[in-house]
């Protein structure tokens, strides 16, 4: 049975990763800091969760893979006749 390619279903841009947020501009206030680690922490998430659904994806194709490999090895001639 061919390889499944499971890899080919993680969307090709993930593999950039996810940026960081700007920074504040030197002259920054307390409010631009906030600002700026409240968005660094939803960039944390984004990379945390396209981790977690990478995996999921690869899991499942692998999963689907193995069914199906093994569904085809029960089919061939010996599983036709019953043994």
């Known amino acids: 049975m061919p390889a499944a390619g499971?890899?080919?279903l993680v969307p090709a841009d993930?593999?950039?990763g996810v940026a960081g947020a700007p920074?504040?501009?030197e002259a920054a206030s307390v409010g631009d800091w906030i600002a700026f680690a409240d968005a660094q922490t939803g960039?944390?998430?984004?990379?945390n969760a396209r981790t977690r659904d990478a995996l999921a994806i690869?899991?499942?194709c692998e999963a689907r893979h193995a069914r199906a490999s093994?569904?085809?090895r029960r089919r061939g001639l010996l599983g036709r006749l019953g043994l």
């Open 70 to 72: 093994e569904g085809a």
């Open 14 to 16: 993930w593999r950039d």
């Open 23 to 25: 920074l504040p501009p």
């Open 58 to 60: 690869i899991e499942t």
């Open 6 to 8: 499971c890899a080919g």
């Open 43 to 47: 960039r944390l998430d984004r990379a």
